[in-house]
């Protein structure tokens, strides 16, 4: 099979240690770029992706933020799907007593309720300043612009987040994707995106190819149906053993520089 176009996850799959792009990953990237569409697919909003858009010199291309949840092209949503507010307020009214950490996003707009560890951790991690928003502040402000949120990040000590975990899978797994990131982690988003809606709509609305000839690379749960649904799934050794199980191919760790080798093996020999 003759791959024409790249989707690669950020987090766990394309960083190094530092979490930043190693030489060798934009050098590899740049090589095939002009003759392969390489596009940035990730939970992140779209401030923590145009930093490394710009280093990989694929400024050009559309990136896909919120696992799926906000999809641009020239620097304009074509696509935006996000939790409704009335869902916002119910998890809010439930996080009263746990008070666990509630970060929440609408494209480049990210609310914290404190500038806490857990702020300041996602700040260094991203590279983005949040604005320190009281919840009820930004509902009545969304509300009256309309607006939901393209992800809801918690974060928290590990025994408040499973509790939570496990509130928000017994009542709202129909309606919202739910997953652990980290074990202090939980990240959601409307249940009608994943990254693979994200993929296919691009394919058919801007690229024009079939999803047989797309490679994708990708570490977490968030990235299963993604690494199973295109033609070439490729998990890094890092991995989640979910996200391998249905993975064509297992490359390098992304410390390794995992997705370089393997477009290396691809596209360049």
């Not at 792009?21 to 697919?41: A, F, G, N």
């Not at 994707?177 to 202090?184: L, V």
């Not at 295109?230 to 297992?250: D, Q, Y």
Request: glycine fraction near 4%.
């Amino acid at each position: 099979m003759s791959y024409k176009i790249v989707f690669s996850d950020i987090d766990g799959t394309l960083l190094n240690s530092n979490r930043e792009l190693s030489e060798r990953t934009i050098k590899t990237i740049k090589q095939i770029k002009d003759e392969i569409p390489v596009v940035l697919i990730s939970a992140r909003m779209p401030s923590a992706m145009r930093h490394l858009q710009k280093q990989l010199g694929i400024e050009n291309q559309p990136y896909i933020c919120y696992n799926g949840g906000y999809v641009i092209i020239d620097d304009k949503p074509v696509s935006s799907t996000a939790i409704p507010l009335a869902t916002i307020k119910e998890l809010a009214k439930f996080n009263e007593e746990r008070n666990v950490h509630f970060s929440l996003y609408n494209a480049d707009e990210w609310h914290v309720p404190g500038y806490d560890y857990w702020a300041k951790r996602e700040e260094r991690n991203t590279k983005v300043t949040p604005t320190i928003t009281h919840i009820n502040e930004v509902m009545a402000d969304w509300e009256k612009k309309e607006l939901g949120a393209h992800k809801i990040m918690c974060m928290g000590e590990e025994e408040k987040i499973e509790e939570l975990f496990q509130h928000l899978n017994k009542n709202y797994s129909d309606r919202l994707h739910i997953y652990r990131s980290k074990s202090t982690y939980i990240e959601i988003a409307n249940k009608q995106i994943s990254k693979l809606t994200a993929i296919k709509y691009l394919l058919d609305n801007h690229f024009n190819l079939s999803i047989e000839e797309t490679v994708a690379f990708g570490d977490n749960y968030n990235d299963v149906e993604m690494i199973g649904g295109v033609g070439m799934g490729v998990a890094v050794a890092n991995a989640r053993e979910e996200t391998k199980k249905v993975a064509k191919k297992i490359t390098d760790a992304s410390i390794e520089d995992g997705v370089a080798k393997s477009i290396e093996e691809l596209f360049l020999k």
